[in-house]
Nanobody, 117 residues
């Protein structure tokens, strides 16, 4: 079983930067895609970004394109979301998700990001 744990959330001023991480443990070789999602208070879950494990291909939601960068470190055990030019609308709980062969989808517990104006 794969387990995911996010960290790095906090308070940042508009225009600032913040990096989130998601540590994966277990049978990480079975992961095919990893994703970041977010959910603002009172809102539905929103797709943010994805990365394909096999070739490193990435994609982003239009709302964050050009501001956020998704990546994995060389060990393939940690997922990162580097956020720049943050806006108050980016305030949300951020979750990592993994698509896993033989397991389906697993989620982390989330980490909260608050962007002040």
């Amino acid at each position: 079983q794969v387990q995911l744990v996010e960290s790095g959330g906090g308070l940042v001023q508009a225009g600032g930067s913040l990096s989130l991480s998601c540590s994966a443990s277990g049978r990480t070789s079975s992961i095919t895609y990893m994703y970041w999602y977010r959910q603002a208070p009172g809102k539905g879950r929103e797709y943010v970004a994805e990365i394909k494990r096999s070739d490193g291909h990435v994609d982003y939601a239009d709302s964050v394109k050009g501001r956020f960068t998704i990546s994995r470190d060389s060990s393939r055990d940690t997922l990162w979301l580097q956020m720049t030019s943050l806006k108050p609308d980016d305030t949300a709980a951020y979750y990592c998700r993994a698509a896993i062969v033989g397991q389906g989808v697993v989620w982390g517990q989330g980490t909260r990001v608050t962007v002040s104006s």
